[in-house]
């Protein structure tokens, strides 16, 4: 099985793949790190979607930080893609059928069971809570579009980035997917006033990469989260400035942080559903998280 990352020799899957394998019977245990720097070329993404159709043996992968990348690039050279796949342009793991290449978009799946471990029921009808997702990448593209489709949706998602064309993307995204417009606010603009100005309760969330794939955080030192805000750093290792910032204000105005170790729970477990066709249940999950504890 591979894995594509920026820097993959120094993830924790490393380590716990091989002990998920024996867990779950797999036909390997050997993961292959395929590292890309953020400006690959087109060229790099096709070169490695040949080798992964070309060899018998590989089964599939996971891919990270080059999600929208792989599509732009190398879509073309996938056999068949899933619908979120198709709708919002980005590849997030990878399977086999024979030597034909299925590409998978399993983040709003991955997002929403993560979420859902710490989004209290009912958070946003009960509070009148907004969302500030910080990053329109792809995995703020998921999270959106969970978000939208949640039970108890968020009255306003407000969308920011440092880039004007993933903003565009996200906004092409969310209107092909026919959700509601009014819900969404999109700003190419300093996130730390819109954090700032949220309401009590405010799910803000580090979708950005920053403090994994380059070091820092969206937001400058000292910024205020909204009270009561539940803080969500989708990275669960590198130097995670944004998470100290949170933790560091997590007593005095009552903060509900979480890192990204259930989303990496999560987002490994669904691509190997994928990737060797498995059924995985809530309790071998759980059993699965708990053999991954040994590197947290």
């Known amino acids: 099985m591979g894995f594509v990352g920026v820097d993959t020799a120094n993830s924790s899957i490393r380590r716990v793949f091989p002990l998920w394998a024996r867990e779950l019977a797999l036909p390997t245990d050997e993961l292959v790190g395929h590292d890309l720097p953020l400006d690959a070329p087109d060229s790099a993404y096709r070169e490695l979607a040949a080798n992964m159709r070309a060899d018998p043996g590989y089964r599939g992968a996971l891919i990270t930080t080059h999600k929208i990348r792989m599509w732009e690039a190398a879509g073309d050279m996938f056999a068949e893609l899933d619908e979120f796949a198709r709708l919002c342009g980005e590849i997030s793991s990878v399977s086999k059928r024979g030597d034909l290449l299925i590409g998978h978009a399993k983040d709003p799946l991955t997002a929403g069971l993560a979420m859902v471990d710490f989004l209290p ?88 990469g920053m403090g994994k794939d380059r070091p820092g955080s969206p937001l400058p030192a000292g910024t205020p989260f909204p009270e009561r805000a539940l803080v969500w750093e989708l990275n669960y290792r590198g130097s995670l400035e944004f998470l100290a910032q949170a933790r560091a204000q997590r007593e005095e105005r009552g903060l509900t942080v979480e890192d990204g170790w259930s989303y990496f729970i999560h987002g490994w477990s669904q691509a190997i559903t994928a990737i060797f066709d498995l059924t995985l249940t809530p309790d071998l999950v759980h059993e699965l998280a708990k053999i991954a504890e040994v590197v947290r």
């Open 121 to 208: 029921r009912g958070h946003f009808a009960r509070t009148g809570a907004e969302v500030v997702c910080l990053g329109a990448g792809g995995a703020g593209s998921a999270i959106t579009w969970w978000l939208a489709h949640h039970d108890d949706p968020p009255r306003r998602i407000v969308c920011v980035d440092t880039d004007p064309a993933r903003i565009e993307r996200l906004r092409g995204v969310h209107a092909r997917g026919g959700l509601p417009s009014g819900m969404f606010g999109y700003e190419v603009a300093d996130a730390a006033p819109l954090v700032r100005q949220a309401p009590p309760g405010s799910l803000v969330i580090n979708a950005t």
